[in-house]
């Protein structure tokens, strides 16, 4: 490969490119609430959070120093990360607060990106991330998630036009922000119902004393700010 070759390609990921016009960004965004807030769509989309929740554990486990045993994800949208190393302390208590708000946390990030015109970085920089997700998935149904999911983005960034790339770059955005807004709500009713025993707040309130409805407001504060913040970088407030 020769170094024009190269260039080009840094010069294609790291550049910049166009922001769309004012109404895709909208029909992006009413296209991802779509994906949201009907129960039918969100029982199919929501294996794409789901992917997010648990991928936000697995990184957090390796960033604290933990060992990532393993990621599934089942086909009733529901996952399970196992990492091993201490029991306690603040690498797990970040690993367990890290499900419900990664996928809002990534949305946000993606709303940086998009903002400063790199919509190829951003298409890039996650299918990197389901790459290296994939090699830590233990289960057939996860390996196919994720598998489908970097195949999407592998094929709008090698052979969409450059507007269709930012329409799939939008939308993907746009649902990690309203998409992470849903599960604490649906935390917060599985509890009210005296289900859910076991969740992510429950452990946290084991791990560090504070009742598991203070990490649930957390949940809530995080992904509600994310998508506020997130909306108004999109819509170029």
Not at 104 to 123: D, K, M, N, R, V
Not at 174 to 185: H, I, K, T
Not at 195 to 216: E, F, K
């Amino acid at each position: 490969m020769d170094t024009d070759h190269l260039t080009d390609i840094w010069s294609r990921v790291f550049g910049t490119q166009p922001a769309p016009s004012l109404w895709l960004v909208i029909i992006t965004a009413v296209l991802a609430l779509g994906a949201v807030v009907p129960h039918t769509a969100w029982r199919l989309s929501r294996n794409a959070v789901t992917i997010a929740h648990e991928g936000g554990h697995g990184l957090i486990a390796l960033l604290t120093g933990r060992r990532l045993d393993g990621i599934r994800l089942h086909s009733d949208t529901s996952g399970l990360t196992v990492s091993r190393g201490k029991p306690t302390g603040l690498g797990m208590v970040l690993t367990a607060a890290a499900g419900y708000i990664a996928p809002s946390l990534l949305g946000l990030a993606g709303a940086a990106l998009l903002a400063a015109g790199h919509i190829t970085a951003l298409l890039w920089g996650a299918t990197a991330l389901l790459l290296a997700m994939l090699i830590m998935i233990r289960n057939a149904y996860g390996m196919l998630t994720v598998v489908l999911a970097g195949a999407a983005f592998v094929l709008v960034s090698w052979l969409t036009t450059a507007q269709v790339q930012a329409a799939f770059a939008y939308a993907v955005v746009w649902f990690l922000l309203l998409g992470g807004v849903r599960p604490p709500f649906e935390l917060m009713g599985k509890r009210r119902r005296g289900g859910a025993v076991d969740s992510d707040p429950d452990q946290l309130a084991r791990l560090t004393h504070v009742p598991a409805a203070v990490w649930l407001g957390l949940f809530h504060v995080v992904t509600l700010c994310s998508l506020m913040g997130g909306g108004r970088w999109l819509l170029g407030l």
